[in-house]
């Protein structure tokens, strides 16, 4: 038996829509999550945490640079708000720098983002179209 779609008011709809992407922004997949998308959800938060991380590993905390990397820093912040705390550390510039910060690393960390920002409009847009609400089980399509 499908399950019917919950009908709601036009703000109650856009606020879920606002909640689904402040969660895909807060922790990359929990707005895949919460509509349902459970495999989906997991996929990315492993592929865009390891990106970010791998950026991090390459070239330390002086990557999340808002001072002198201002663009990279605003690709960066899509990934989650939490940059924002290592953009805080790396303000006076006193930290510890390993490797080349301003390189490859923040070619990681940056497309890390930028990755993110087309998972929140997915979650978005999924929400809006009801996917997730509407299904029972995620491979009854491909089935």
Known sequence: MEKKPRNRTASEQGLWLVIVGLAAW??????H????????AVILFAVITGLFVTGLYIGSVGVVD???GRIWFYAQILCSPAVG??????????????????DIGQLYTGIAGLLNLLCILSAVYMAYCGRGEMIGREDEDHG
């Not at 999550?33 to 989906?40: D, G, H, Q």
């Open 26 to 31: 807060i922790v990359p997949g929990a707005g």
């Open 66 to 68: 808002w001072v002198g």
């Open 85 to 102: 705390i290592l953009g805080n550390i790396t303000q006076n510039g006193q930290y510890p720098a390993y490797g080349r910060p301003c």
């Open 33 to 40: 999550w919460l509509i349902r998308e459970r495999k989906r």
